[in-house]
Protein backbone atom coordinates (compact mmCIF):
# COMPACT_ATOMS: atom_id res chain seq x y z
CA UNK A 1 0.00 0.00 0.00
CA UNK A 2 1.24 3.35 -1.04
CA UNK A 3 1.48 6.29 1.37
CA UNK A 4 1.00 9.52 -0.47
CA UNK A 5 1.17 12.95 1.10
CA UNK A 6 -1.12 15.43 -0.37
CA UNK A 7 0.31 18.61 -1.12
CA UNK A 8 3.27 17.22 1.28
CA UNK A 9 1.38 16.97 4.92
CA UNK A 10 -1.75 18.91 5.18
CA UNK A 11 -2.93 18.10 7.87
CA UNK A 12 0.72 18.66 9.61
CA UNK A 13 1.82 21.72 8.09
CA UNK A 14 0.74 24.64 5.40
CA UNK A 15 0.28 22.68 2.52
CA UNK A 16 2.16 23.02 -0.96
CA UNK A 17 4.92 24.74 1.21
CA UNK A 18 8.43 23.50 2.28
CA UNK A 19 7.89 23.06 5.71
CA UNK A 20 4.44 20.66 4.10
CA UNK A 21 6.99 18.76 2.25
CA UNK A 22 9.43 17.80 5.14
CA UNK A 23 6.78 16.44 7.14
CA UNK A 24 5.64 14.11 4.44
CA UNK A 25 9.73 12.63 4.66
CA UNK A 26 9.44 12.83 8.21
CA UNK A 27 6.44 10.39 8.29
CA UNK A 28 7.74 8.06 5.44
CA UNK A 29 5.43 8.48 2.84
CA UNK A 30 6.19 6.44 -0.20
CA UNK A 31 5.22 9.97 -2.61
CA UNK A 32 4.43 13.50 -2.07
CA UNK A 33 1.56 14.89 -4.44
CA UNK A 34 2.06 18.62 -4.93
CA UNK A 35 0.21 21.42 -7.20
CA UNK A 36 1.65 23.54 -9.59
CA UNK A 37 0.34 26.96 -11.64
CA UNK A 38 1.64 29.33 -13.86
CA UNK A 39 2.11 33.36 -12.96
CA UNK A 40 2.07 35.77 -15.23
CA UNK A 41 5.75 35.97 -15.52
CA UNK A 42 5.82 31.97 -16.18
CA UNK A 43 7.26 31.31 -13.28
CA UNK A 44 5.80 27.53 -12.04
CA UNK A 45 4.56 27.56 -8.58
CA UNK A 46 3.07 25.33 -6.05
CA UNK A 47 -0.26 26.61 -4.86
CA UNK A 48 -3.55 24.71 -5.55
CA UNK A 49 -5.92 27.57 -5.98
CA UNK A 50 -6.62 30.30 -8.63
CA UNK A 51 -6.05 32.93 -6.01
CA UNK A 52 -3.27 33.38 -3.68
CA UNK A 53 -4.54 34.82 -0.01
CA UNK A 54 -2.85 36.90 2.39
CA UNK A 55 -4.02 38.06 6.43
CA UNK A 56 -5.87 41.33 5.33
CA UNK A 57 -7.95 39.03 3.05
CA UNK A 58 -6.91 40.21 -0.28
CA UNK A 59 -6.70 37.94 -3.46
CA UNK A 60 -4.55 37.81 -6.58
CA UNK A 61 -5.34 35.47 -9.48
CA UNK A 62 -2.28 33.99 -10.21
CA UNK A 63 -2.65 34.15 -14.10
CA UNK A 64 -2.66 37.92 -13.20
CA UNK A 65 0.87 38.64 -11.06
CA UNK A 66 4.32 38.04 -11.18
CA UNK A 67 5.55 35.72 -8.86
CA UNK A 68 7.05 38.57 -6.90
CA UNK A 69 3.93 40.16 -6.48
CA UNK A 70 2.40 37.10 -5.09
CA UNK A 71 5.41 36.16 -2.72
CA UNK A 72 5.21 39.57 -1.49
CA UNK A 73 1.85 38.68 0.09
CA UNK A 74 2.35 34.72 0.95
CA UNK A 75 5.84 34.62 1.77
CA UNK A 76 5.79 30.93 2.08
CA UNK A 77 4.88 30.36 -1.66
CA UNK A 78 7.56 28.40 -3.37
CA UNK A 79 8.11 27.95 -7.20
CA UNK A 80 8.11 24.40 -8.83
CA UNK A 81 11.92 24.03 -9.04
CA UNK A 82 12.33 24.51 -4.94
CA UNK A 83 9.89 22.19 -4.21
CA UNK A 84 11.12 19.61 -6.21
CA UNK A 85 14.92 19.96 -4.64
CA UNK A 86 13.62 20.30 -1.23
CA UNK A 87 12.39 16.69 -1.91
CA UNK A 88 15.23 16.00 -3.81
CA UNK A 89 14.46 12.90 -5.13
CA UNK A 90 13.86 10.74 -1.75
CA UNK A 91 10.09 10.38 -2.83
CA UNK A 92 8.56 10.43 -6.38
CA UNK A 93 6.49 13.34 -6.62
CA UNK A 94 2.88 13.38 -8.21
CA UNK A 95 2.82 16.89 -10.20
CA UNK A 96 -0.73 17.77 -10.42
CA UNK A 97 -1.33 20.14 -12.95
CA UNK A 98 -4.17 22.36 -12.30
CA UNK A 99 -6.08 23.36 -15.52
CA UNK A 100 -4.95 26.91 -16.59
CA UNK A 101 -1.64 26.18 -15.91
CA UNK A 102 0.66 26.90 -19.16
CA UNK A 103 2.50 24.01 -20.67
CA UNK A 104 5.71 26.05 -22.02
CA UNK A 105 6.96 27.00 -18.33
CA UNK A 106 6.02 23.39 -16.75
CA UNK A 107 7.88 22.02 -19.68
CA UNK A 108 11.00 24.57 -19.62
CA UNK A 109 11.29 23.63 -15.35
CA UNK A 110 10.85 19.66 -16.29
CA UNK A 111 13.74 20.07 -18.68
CA UNK A 112 15.86 21.72 -15.91
CA UNK A 113 15.79 19.04 -13.61
CA UNK A 114 16.16 16.70 -16.31
CA UNK A 115 19.73 18.51 -17.16
CA UNK A 116 20.60 18.23 -13.49
CA UNK A 117 20.20 14.63 -13.06
CA UNK A 118 16.22 14.27 -12.61
CA UNK A 119 14.85 11.19 -13.87
CA UNK A 120 11.81 10.10 -15.82
CA UNK A 121 11.04 7.80 -12.64
CA UNK A 122 11.62 10.71 -10.34
CA UNK A 123 8.10 11.97 -11.05
CA UNK A 124 4.64 11.89 -12.52
CA UNK A 125 2.16 13.90 -13.76
CA UNK A 126 -1.89 14.08 -13.21
CA UNK A 127 -4.20 17.22 -14.02
CA UNK A 128 -7.93 16.74 -14.84
CA UNK A 129 -7.07 18.75 -17.61
CA UNK A 130 -7.35 15.83 -20.29
CA UNK A 131 -5.37 17.60 -23.54
CA UNK A 132 -3.27 19.24 -21.55
CA UNK A 133 -1.92 15.79 -19.87
CA UNK A 134 -1.93 14.48 -23.97
CA UNK A 135 0.64 16.96 -24.68
CA UNK A 136 2.70 16.32 -21.98
CA UNK A 137 2.49 12.68 -22.75
CA UNK A 138 4.00 13.16 -26.18
CA UNK A 139 6.88 15.72 -25.15
CA UNK A 140 7.77 13.16 -22.24
CA UNK A 141 6.44 9.04 -22.76
CA UNK A 142 8.92 8.27 -20.33
CA UNK A 143 7.32 10.09 -17.45
CA UNK A 144 4.83 8.01 -15.67
CA UNK A 145 0.97 9.82 -16.09
CA UNK A 146 -2.07 8.97 -13.95
CA UNK A 147 -5.60 9.98 -14.79
CA UNK A 148 -7.21 11.92 -11.85
CA UNK A 149 -10.75 11.17 -12.00
CA UNK A 150 -13.71 12.65 -9.89
CA UNK A 151 -16.30 9.97 -10.19
CA UNK A 152 -16.04 7.48 -13.65
CA UNK A 153 -13.92 4.58 -13.80
CA UNK A 154 -15.16 4.08 -17.14
CA UNK A 155 -13.64 7.19 -18.46
CA UNK A 156 -10.77 6.89 -16.18
CA UNK A 157 -9.71 4.02 -17.81
CA UNK A 158 -10.40 4.95 -21.08
CA UNK A 159 -8.07 7.99 -20.53
CA UNK A 160 -5.65 6.01 -18.88
CA UNK A 161 -5.40 3.69 -22.36
CA UNK A 162 -4.02 7.39 -24.26
CA UNK A 163 -1.34 7.76 -22.21
CA UNK A 164 -0.16 4.55 -21.57
CA UNK A 165 -0.44 4.32 -18.10
CA UNK A 166 -2.18 2.27 -15.86
CA UNK A 167 -2.25 4.32 -12.94
CA UNK A 168 -5.40 5.64 -11.48
CA UNK A 169 -6.28 8.51 -8.62
CA UNK A 170 -10.07 7.98 -8.13
CA UNK A 171 -12.11 10.61 -5.27
CA UNK A 172 -12.88 8.35 -2.68
CA UNK A 173 -16.75 9.72 -2.38
CA UNK A 174 -17.42 7.42 -5.40
CA UNK A 175 -15.49 4.54 -4.75
CA UNK A 176 -16.59 1.26 -3.37
CA UNK A 177 -15.48 -2.44 -3.40
CA UNK A 178 -16.66 -4.28 -6.32
CA UNK A 179 -15.33 -0.98 -8.52
CA UNK A 180 -11.92 -1.28 -6.32
CA UNK A 181 -11.62 -5.04 -6.80
CA UNK A 182 -12.43 -4.65 -10.84
CA UNK A 183 -10.13 -2.19 -11.76
CA UNK A 184 -7.31 -4.34 -9.47
CA UNK A 185 -7.98 -7.54 -11.74
CA UNK A 186 -7.46 -5.71 -14.73
CA UNK A 187 -4.18 -4.77 -13.51
CA UNK A 188 -4.91 -1.45 -12.57
CA UNK A 189 -3.09 0.58 -10.03
CA UNK A 190 -5.66 2.39 -8.16
CA UNK A 191 -5.09 5.10 -5.79
CA UNK A 192 -7.51 7.20 -4.18
CA UNK A 193 -8.18 10.88 -2.43
CA UNK A 194 -8.27 12.22 -0.14
CA UNK A 195 -8.81 10.31 3.06
CA UNK A 196 -7.24 10.68 6.41
CA UNK A 197 -9.18 7.26 8.15
CA UNK A 198 -6.63 4.02 8.24
CA UNK A 199 -9.30 2.05 9.01
CA UNK A 200 -11.61 2.41 5.61
CA UNK A 201 -8.04 2.21 3.93
CA UNK A 202 -7.51 -0.70 5.36
CA UNK A 203 -11.02 -2.20 4.15
CA UNK A 204 -10.27 -1.34 0.56
CA UNK A 205 -6.65 -2.50 0.50
CA UNK A 206 -7.98 -6.35 0.80
CA UNK A 207 -9.77 -5.89 -2.53
CA UNK A 208 -6.81 -4.24 -4.26
CA UNK A 209 -5.97 -0.54 -3.76
CA UNK A 210 -2.53 0.54 -4.84
CA UNK A 211 -2.49 3.68 -2.49
CA UNK A 212 -3.79 7.07 -0.65
CA UNK A 213 -3.60 10.11 -0.63
CA UNK A 214 -3.87 11.52 2.75
CA UNK A 215 -3.29 15.09 4.67
CA UNK A 216 -2.04 13.28 7.54
CA UNK A 217 0.37 10.38 6.84
CA UNK A 218 1.50 10.23 10.53
CA UNK A 219 -1.43 8.13 11.00
CA UNK A 220 -0.11 5.76 8.69
CA UNK A 221 3.31 5.81 9.64
CA UNK A 222 2.98 2.66 11.76
CA UNK A 223 1.48 0.52 8.54
Given at each position: MKIIGHRGARGLAPENTLASFAKALEYGVDEIELDVRTTKDHTVIVHHDRRVSDHTGA???ISKHNYAELLAHK?????FD?????INRIVPVIVDIKPGAAAKPLV???DQLMAD???ADDMSFQSLNHPLLLALHKTYPNIPKIIVERWSSIRAVRRAKQVSTNRLNMRSWWLWAPVIKGLSS????LITYTVNDPAKIKRWEKYGLYGVVTDCPDRF???
Open positions: MLNPDLVTEAMRSKAIGWKRNYASGR
